[in-house]
């Protein structure tokens, strides 16, 4: 098949650009013809056989024309190409013509109403910025959506959200993101080397750790009663408020506050468990990585893809604020070994059945459904 993907990034160092990343790489190898309209990919993209069509909206620091031109070049470019592709995928707003599949990775609508949007978090300019960043990009986002043959979420929380703003439910399929189960595997750390201590109980958290959203304020909280439990926490600092929170609640000492990390796979092998206790996450790579690495995982409800948890792999909060829940499953953890090593392989079970090719054989599977099935009159 000759297949497009439009997407502003399609590469490794980003979320929904290293999905895109995988099923280019998978598509190639199944000898596919696959061709990649975006503004940056990851260069051996090109050397497995994809070819290149630059997007580039000449615009860096102001996201919302960014992304409106971006749109607007890559209908351009298709128009350009002619009717020759049997698929063509866009993610979001990226696309505005008619198009095949779309994959969602994030809702717009349903994020303005949240208590915890970004123009609630700030004032004035920024504030009204955010605002129409939002509300422009949901306007976007349903008109690219009403283009699209079949739309696939990447969670079941995106699901419900795509369902929210109209779309059809007979439109959606479930299509989870997948995993690097070779980068991401239970293993041995030198914790030492990692600048972590050697003998307590270790949690990780990794993440954006400047605004509320990951909540790594309740997780805090929770920690102050369960003093055998260490916290790791991997994000850029500046700006956080958390570490002076840390030290006000008295457990400065037992929160290492790394900064950003490249080696995200050796603190997961250092770990002895997981946090992603966030207020909306809509389907995070980063509880796949934990979970192929064998750890256990507390997450929140609000997490998109917390339903591959079952109770033998982690534990999942109803409520993202219930620190006292938090603190108790923090104690379960902490005091029971057996059951940290029990979790540890029902979670890298669960882990193996969501590797990048089993999600980009699926992603396969309905394109040549589509293709092989007549357009509705």
Sequence with gaps: MRIALASHVIGTGDGQGRVNYELARFLCEQEHDVHLLADRIDADLEAMGC??????PEV?????????RFAR?????LDEIGDTFDVILGCGAAISRPHTVNAVHFVHGPWMDSPYHNARQQSGLDSLYQYAFSALNARWEK????QAR??????EMVRRELLEIGVPDEKIEVIVNGVDCHEFAP????RSALGLPAEPVLGLFAGDIKSPIKNLDTALRALVDVPAVHLAVAGRMDGSPYPSLADRLGIGHRVHFLGFRPDVADLMRAADLFLIPSRRDSCPLVLLEAIASGLPVIASRNVGNANLLSDAAGFVLDDPENAEALTGHLTA????PSLRRSMSAAARSVAEQHSWDRMAERYLALFRRLVSSPVSA
């Design 51 to 56: 070819t290149w069509h630059p997007i580039h």
């Design 60 to 68: 860096d620091t102001i996201d919302l024309i960014k992304y409106a």
């Design 73 to 77: 070049l890559v209908d351009k470019r």
């Design 143 to 146: 008109q690219s959506l009403s």
């Design 150 to 155: 079949q739309v696939v979420a990447v969670s």
């Design 187 to 190: 293993g041995a750390a030198d």
């Design 333 to 336: 953890l902490a005091t029971d």
